[in-house]
């Protein structure tokens, strides 16, 4: 088992310090998935920036480990700088050779060495690739982000049951008794953090 932790308060700082050897207690799993069987056959065209690549990757390697079954997988990634891209080895090696994978790269602001694009994901993200009729959107990153990113999957013509997104909510009890992380009726903990838009669409501040 392999997990990401980004280091950004107390406990998430304390888990840093840990050594080999030492026991953590893990609780899970919380939640749903990616329905993986209803993208059988269909192209999946995943779009994601900052550490919305964190989930993605699970869901990345399934795919490609899968990949007779998709018709293709299409990956826009997006960071502020070229060194904030998480998962740097792969994203930039062997990812980028895989048979079956359309993966391009963005970034918002670029250091000398970047040779790649320069703007918002939306940016690589082009009607030309897609074939909306046998498609499904997955779209994870900051809030802002995947609001303009699925603003464009509807321009290009996906129904918003073709638009999954990994609604990453602040959390506190994880098993749907605090409240805090609801969107209208659902909690994300529980009943997420994967939703259609068609699911939530009608909800207010499901961007905030």
Same mark, same amino acid.
């Given at each position: 088992m392999e997990i990401t /932790?980004?280091?950004? !308060?107390?406990? &998430?700082?304390l888990l840093?310090?840990? %050594?080999? @050897?030492?026991k953590i207690g893990i609780r899970g799993p919380y939640g749903n998935g990616y329905p993986i069987? #209803? +993208? *059988? @056959?269909?192209?999946?065209? /995943?779009?994601? !920036?900052?550490? @919305?690549? =964190?989930?993605i990757r699970s869901l990345f390697l399934t795919l490609i480990d899968r990949i007779e079954d998709f018709k293709s997988?299409?990956?826009?990634?997006? =960071?502020? &700088?070229?060194? #904030?891209? /998480?998962?740097k080895e792969a994203i930039f090696g062997p990812w980028q050779e895989i048979e079956g994978v359309d993966m391009k790269? &963005?970034? #918002?602001? =670029?250091?000398?060495?970047?040779?790649?694009?320069? !703007?918002?994901v939306t940016t690589i993200c082009n009607e030309q690739d897609v074939d909306v009729s046998n498609t499904v959107a997955v779209i994870c990153g900051p809030p802002i982000m995947m609001k +303009? =990113?699925?603003?464009?999957?509807? %321009?290009f013509g996906f129904k918003p049951t073709q638009i999954y997104l990994s609604m990453e909510k602040n959390m506190s009890c994880g098993f749907g008794k605090c409240g805090h992380c609801m969107i209208g009726k659902y909690y994300v903990c529980?009943?997420?953090?994967? +939703?259609?838009?068609?699911? /939530?669409?009608?909800?207010?501040? *499901?961007?905030?």
């Open positions: /932790i980004m280091k950004v !308060g107390h406990v &998430t700082e840093h310090e840990c %050594e080999k @050897g030492q069987d #209803d +993208f *059988i @056959g269909k192209q999946v065209y /995943i779009v994601g !920036g900052g550490v @919305g690549l =964190a989930p997988v299409v990956c826009r990634f997006g =960071a502020r &700088t070229p060194d #904030d891209f /998480i998962y790269l &963005t970034v #918002d602001k =670029a250091d000398d060495n970047w040779k790649g694009n320069v !703007g918002v +303009f =990113a699925t603003l464009k999957m509807l %321009e529980k009943d997420g953090p994967v +939703f259609t838009y068609e699911q /939530i669409k009608d909800y207010p501040n *499901i961007w905030d």
